[in-house]
Protein backbone atom coordinates (compact mmCIF):
# COMPACT_ATOMS: atom_id res chain seq x y z
CA UNK A 1 0.00 0.00 0.00
CA UNK A 2 1.00 3.29 -0.87
CA UNK A 3 2.11 5.46 2.12
CA UNK A 4 3.73 8.42 3.12
CA UNK A 5 5.07 9.33 6.67
CA UNK A 6 6.40 12.55 7.97
CA UNK A 7 8.60 13.46 10.80
CA UNK A 8 8.53 15.03 13.26
CA UNK A 9 4.97 16.07 13.61
CA UNK A 10 6.01 19.49 14.77
CA UNK A 11 9.41 21.55 14.95
CA UNK A 12 10.56 24.42 17.18
CA UNK A 13 13.77 25.88 16.24
CA UNK A 14 15.12 29.65 17.27
CA UNK A 15 16.12 31.99 14.30
CA UNK A 16 19.18 31.07 12.90
CA UNK A 17 19.09 27.14 14.13
CA UNK A 18 19.19 24.87 11.07
CA UNK A 19 17.44 21.28 11.07
CA UNK A 20 15.67 19.15 8.84
CA UNK A 21 12.33 17.28 8.36
CA UNK A 22 11.52 13.74 7.26
CA UNK A 23 9.67 12.41 4.52
CA UNK A 24 9.56 8.53 4.19
CA UNK A 25 7.44 7.07 1.61
CA UNK A 26 6.86 3.55 0.37
CA UNK A 27 5.20 3.65 -2.94
CA UNK A 28 4.57 1.55 -6.24
CA UNK A 29 6.76 2.48 -9.13
CA UNK A 30 7.48 6.45 -7.81
CA UNK A 31 6.76 9.26 -10.26
CA UNK A 32 7.53 12.19 -8.05
CA UNK A 33 7.96 13.51 -4.53
CA UNK A 34 6.74 17.01 -4.02
CA UNK A 35 7.11 19.49 -0.90
CA UNK A 36 4.89 21.88 -0.33
CA UNK A 37 4.07 25.00 2.20
CA UNK A 38 0.87 25.62 3.84
CA UNK A 39 0.73 28.42 5.89
CA UNK A 40 -2.82 28.13 8.06
CA UNK A 41 -6.42 28.78 6.52
CA UNK A 42 -4.31 28.45 3.16
CA UNK A 43 -3.70 26.55 0.33
CA UNK A 44 -0.54 24.34 -0.46
CA UNK A 45 2.49 26.32 -1.76
CA UNK A 46 4.74 24.49 -4.73
CA UNK A 47 8.07 24.05 -3.63
CA UNK A 48 9.84 21.22 -5.13
CA UNK A 49 9.80 18.16 -7.16
CA UNK A 50 12.75 15.63 -6.59
CA UNK A 51 12.37 12.66 -9.27
CA UNK A 52 15.38 10.52 -8.68
CA UNK A 53 17.19 9.25 -6.03
CA UNK A 54 20.61 11.59 -5.28
CA UNK A 55 18.32 14.59 -6.87
CA UNK A 56 18.81 17.86 -4.95
CA UNK A 57 16.70 21.42 -5.11
CA UNK A 58 17.69 24.42 -3.69
CA UNK A 59 15.24 27.51 -2.97
CA UNK A 60 16.41 30.15 -0.87
CA UNK A 61 17.25 28.71 3.12
CA UNK A 62 15.37 25.58 2.02
CA UNK A 63 16.64 22.49 0.53
CA UNK A 64 15.35 18.96 -0.65
CA UNK A 65 17.21 15.83 -1.04
CA UNK A 66 15.99 12.20 -1.97
CA UNK A 67 16.77 8.82 -1.80
CA UNK A 68 14.83 5.35 -2.51
CA UNK A 69 13.16 5.50 1.04
CA UNK A 70 12.84 8.71 1.97
CA UNK A 71 13.03 13.22 1.34
CA UNK A 72 14.59 15.79 3.70
CA UNK A 73 13.95 19.24 3.87
CA UNK A 74 17.03 21.10 4.87
CA UNK A 75 16.53 24.26 6.27
CA UNK A 76 19.18 26.41 6.79
CA UNK A 77 19.68 29.58 9.10
CA UNK A 78 15.90 29.66 9.16
CA UNK A 79 14.08 32.99 9.83
CA UNK A 80 10.48 33.56 12.19
CA UNK A 81 8.59 33.86 7.68
CA UNK A 82 9.76 30.05 7.58
CA UNK A 83 7.16 29.04 10.24
CA UNK A 84 4.34 27.14 8.55
CA UNK A 85 3.32 23.30 7.64
CA UNK A 86 5.57 21.47 5.42
CA UNK A 87 3.80 18.86 3.31
CA UNK A 88 5.20 15.73 1.29
CA UNK A 89 3.39 14.60 -1.19
CA UNK A 90 4.05 11.34 -4.24
CA UNK A 91 3.26 10.77 -7.12
CA UNK A 92 2.39 6.97 -7.50
CA UNK A 93 3.03 5.03 -10.46
CA UNK A 94 -0.06 2.22 -10.01
CA UNK A 95 -2.46 4.82 -9.32
CA UNK A 96 -0.92 8.30 -10.91
CA UNK A 97 -2.21 9.97 -7.48
CA UNK A 98 -0.97 11.85 -5.01
CA UNK A 99 -0.30 10.31 -1.41
CA UNK A 100 0.12 13.04 0.94
CA UNK A 101 1.80 13.04 4.86
CA UNK A 102 0.32 14.56 7.64
CA UNK A 103 2.40 17.21 6.81
CA UNK A 104 5.32 18.80 9.98
CA UNK A 105 4.62 22.26 11.59
CA UNK A 106 7.78 24.30 12.02
CA UNK A 107 8.17 27.53 14.21
CA UNK A 108 10.65 29.74 14.25
CA UNK A 109 10.77 31.95 17.18
CA UNK A 110 12.56 35.33 16.75
CA UNK B 1 -0.64 36.32 -14.25
CA UNK B 2 -3.83 35.05 -12.28
CA UNK B 3 -2.81 32.19 -9.81
CA UNK B 4 -6.07 29.42 -9.25
CA UNK B 5 -8.91 30.71 -7.40
CA UNK B 6 -11.65 29.72 -5.17
CA UNK B 7 -15.20 30.24 -4.41
CA UNK B 8 -16.91 30.84 -1.55
CA UNK B 9 -13.71 31.29 1.21
CA UNK B 10 -16.29 30.01 3.76
CA UNK B 11 -19.52 28.49 3.62
CA UNK B 12 -21.94 27.02 6.74
CA UNK B 13 -24.48 24.26 6.08
CA UNK B 14 -27.13 21.68 7.90
CA UNK B 15 -26.67 18.76 7.48
CA UNK B 16 -28.77 17.16 4.60
CA UNK B 17 -28.10 20.26 2.55
CA UNK B 18 -26.20 20.28 -0.22
CA UNK B 19 -23.69 22.27 -1.56
CA UNK B 20 -21.31 23.59 -4.58
CA UNK B 21 -17.96 24.84 -4.54
CA UNK B 22 -16.14 26.79 -7.88
CA UNK B 23 -12.63 26.61 -9.23
CA UNK B 24 -10.88 28.49 -12.03
CA UNK B 25 -7.62 26.83 -13.06
CA UNK B 26 -4.32 28.93 -13.60
CA UNK B 27 -3.91 30.64 -16.78
CA UNK B 28 -2.60 28.03 -19.59
CA UNK B 29 -3.75 25.13 -17.04
CA UNK B 30 -6.60 22.74 -18.48
CA UNK B 31 -6.63 20.01 -15.45
CA UNK B 32 -8.30 20.64 -12.04
CA UNK B 33 -8.57 18.28 -8.89
CA UNK B 34 -10.33 18.81 -5.88
CA UNK B 35 -9.10 17.54 -2.43
CA UNK B 36 -10.43 17.62 1.18
CA UNK B 37 -8.66 18.48 3.78
CA UNK B 38 -9.15 17.74 7.49
CA UNK B 39 -7.55 19.92 10.18
CA UNK B 40 -3.95 18.50 10.95
CA UNK B 41 -4.39 16.38 8.06
CA UNK B 42 -2.77 16.06 4.39
CA UNK B 43 -5.16 17.08 1.58
CA UNK B 44 -6.95 13.49 0.38
CA UNK B 45 -7.90 13.15 -3.18
CA UNK B 46 -10.98 13.34 -4.60
CA UNK B 47 -11.14 13.30 -8.20
CA UNK B 48 -9.79 15.26 -11.15
CA UNK B 49 -11.26 16.37 -14.56
CA UNK B 50 -9.67 16.83 -17.59
CA UNK B 51 -11.50 17.79 -21.34
CA UNK B 52 -14.53 17.68 -19.07
CA UNK B 53 -14.03 14.17 -17.97
CA UNK B 54 -13.84 12.58 -14.79
CA UNK B 55 -10.24 10.98 -15.43
CA UNK B 56 -9.62 9.62 -11.69
CA UNK B 57 -11.20 9.29 -8.46
CA UNK B 58 -10.09 8.72 -5.01
CA UNK B 59 -12.36 7.11 -2.43
CA UNK B 60 -14.81 8.99 -1.96
CA UNK B 61 -18.70 8.49 -1.82
CA UNK B 62 -21.15 8.91 -5.20
CA UNK B 63 -22.54 11.69 -2.96
CA UNK B 64 -19.07 13.85 -4.12
CA UNK B 65 -19.85 14.89 -7.32
CA UNK B 66 -17.69 17.39 -10.08
CA UNK B 67 -18.30 19.37 -13.35
CA UNK B 68 -15.70 20.87 -15.67
CA UNK B 69 -16.65 23.88 -18.03
CA UNK B 70 -15.20 24.62 -21.46
CA UNK B 71 -13.11 27.38 -20.00
CA UNK B 72 -11.84 24.70 -17.55
CA UNK B 73 -13.13 25.58 -14.73
CA UNK B 74 -14.71 23.30 -11.98
CA UNK B 75 -17.06 22.85 -9.76
CA UNK B 76 -17.33 20.30 -6.81
CA UNK B 77 -20.75 19.35 -5.58
CA UNK B 78 -21.42 17.76 -2.01
CA UNK B 79 -24.88 16.04 -1.82
CA UNK B 80 -26.58 15.05 1.79
CA UNK B 81 -24.07 16.96 3.73
CA UNK B 82 -22.98 15.10 6.99
CA UNK B 83 -20.85 16.45 10.24
CA UNK B 84 -17.92 14.66 8.84
CA UNK B 85 -17.58 16.43 5.55
CA UNK B 86 -16.14 19.82 7.33
CA UNK B 87 -12.98 20.25 5.79
CA UNK B 88 -10.87 22.65 3.86
CA UNK B 89 -11.92 21.94 0.15
CA UNK B 90 -9.16 22.71 -1.95
CA UNK B 91 -8.82 23.36 -5.81
CA UNK B 92 -5.48 22.17 -7.85
CA UNK B 93 -4.90 22.76 -11.66
CA UNK B 94 -1.87 21.21 -13.81
CA UNK B 95 -0.59 21.77 -17.30
CA UNK B 96 -2.08 17.70 -18.70
CA UNK B 97 1.41 16.32 -18.82
CA UNK B 98 2.61 18.17 -16.18
CA UNK B 99 3.07 16.51 -12.92
CA UNK B 100 3.16 19.84 -10.78
CA UNK B 101 -0.01 20.87 -9.44
CA UNK B 102 -0.74 24.18 -7.90
CA UNK B 103 -3.43 25.02 -5.01
CA UNK B 104 -5.87 27.57 -4.83
CA UNK B 105 -6.44 28.94 -1.37
CA UNK B 106 -9.52 26.94 -0.48
CA UNK B 107 -12.68 26.86 0.89
CA UNK B 108 -13.49 26.22 4.72
CA UNK B 109 -17.04 24.32 4.94
CA UNK B 110 -18.67 23.64 8.27
CA UNK B 111 -21.23 21.52 8.27
CA UNK B 112 -23.54 21.69 11.91
Known amino acids: EDQVTQSPEALRLQEGESSSLNCSYTVSGLRGLFWYRQDPGKGPEFLFTLYSAGEEKEKERLKATLTKKESFLHITAPKPEDSATYLC???????????WGAGTKLIIKP | DAGVTQSPTHLIKTRGQQVTLRCSPKSGHDTVSWYQQALGQGPQFIFQ???????QRGNFPDRFSGHQFPNYSSELNVNALLLGDSALYLCASSLEGSREQYFGPGTRLTVT
Open chain 1, 89 to 99: AVLSGSNYQLI
Open chain 2, 49 to 55: YYEEEER
